[in-house]
């Protein structure tokens, strides 16, 4: 049983649905630092999401392996069974199914909750979901991978939650997103330039393949002091708490992950450039959680 936990936490990529998890309870904890919340909604919401990010990461691994783009995936921290078929591709989709399946009944229950504009979140995450890399679509290999996971994992999620459980759109939590967007979507990106020449010869027009590593690494330093400055920039004109500030403390962390990234010529700057990668985006939310949790208590 633990090994057979073990295989489909790794399959699962059970490390990275925290970038979905904690950008879900960001947006939670800010719309009830404003007024009460509905729990069960909140809850609902988040199941939906987790589900619905893990739903899509099995379609990715299952439509990579394929196309026989398996990238970095030997060395990623799920470890992908699939290459060494601990799992089969039926299994996937097995798994896929049951994900899909858990996340529709949560979005029903809070479109019973919360009404039509669940709808329209739910058709524009389905859409990313199914089409991030199964075709005929295949946002990923047309240089649209990255840009759905600044929208998916940042306003998507943030303001989506917020607008469930408040009922309104509040500018406050889309300035907010783009920290956890930014930071999200450098993970892809980060994956990316490492799997530069794997991605040329699969045809996946990712940033790096489009605008060269190089360029990318800079890319990934502007959106980081984007991000940085979205807080401060909000903090000065009052928008968001003062406690947000507390992101700041991660800067040493985004420098390290760009120092990372820029060695792409060495596969063994991958896992470390990943793992600050993932580390910044998880940490800085956490800190935006505690932030408006402050906000919350006082």
């Keep these: ?42 809850i609902a919401a988040v199941v ?18 394929k ?9 990623q921290f799920h470890d992908s069974p699939l290459i060494d078929q601990r799992v089969t591709l039926t299994q996937v989709l097995i798994a896929t199914a049951v994900c899909l399946f858990v996340a529709l009944a949560a979005g029903i229950y809070v479109l019973m909750q919360a ?6 979140l739910v058709a524009i995450g389905a859409f990313i979901v199914f089409f991030y890399t199964s075709p005929p679509i295949m946002l990923n290999y047309r240089g649209l991978g990255e840009t759905m996971l600044f929208l ?27 920290l956890p967007g930014f930071f999200t979507m450098n993970v892809g990106v980060v994956s990316n330039t490492f799997d530069y020449l794997d991605d040329i010869k699969s045809g996946k027009k990712t940033i790096s393949v489009r605008f060269g590593q190089p360029v990318t690494v800079r890319l990934i330093a502007i959106d980081s002091v984007i991000a940085y400055l979205a807080v401060i920039l909000g ?7 003062v406690w947000t500030l507390l992101v700041l403390v991660t800067i040493p962390l985004a420098i390290k992950t760009v120092r990372n990234v820029s060695q792409f010529n060495d596969e063994g700057r991958y896992t470390p ?26």
Aim: aromatic content about 8%; charged content about 10%.
């Design 152 to 178: 998916a994992f940042g306003p998507m999620i943030l303001v989506g939650v917020d607008v469930v459980l408040t009922g309104r759109f509040n500018g406050e939590t889309l300035l907010v997103s783009l």
């Design 48 to 65: 939906g999401i987790v589900m619905a990010h893990s739903a899509a990461d099995f379609i990715d691994d299952y439509f990579d392996y």
């Design 1 to 42: 049983m633990k090994e057979w936990l073990l295989t489909w936490m790794k399959a699962a990529r059970a490390p990275f649905l925290v970038v979905s998890l904690l950008p879900a309870l960001l947006g939670g904890v800010m719309a009830a630092s404003r007024g009460p919340i509905n729990i069960g909604v909140f």
């Design 235 to 241: 903090v000065i004109l009052q928008l968001i708490p």
């Design 273 to 298: 450039a990943m793992t600050s990668a993932i580390a910044l985006s998880s940490i800085a939310t956490i800190l935006l959680i505690a932030a408006y949790g402050i906000k919350l208590m006082i």
């Design 115 to 120: 009404g039509v504009v669940v709808l329209i």
């Design 67 to 75: 196309k026989g783009n398996l990238g970095n995936k030997v060395q």
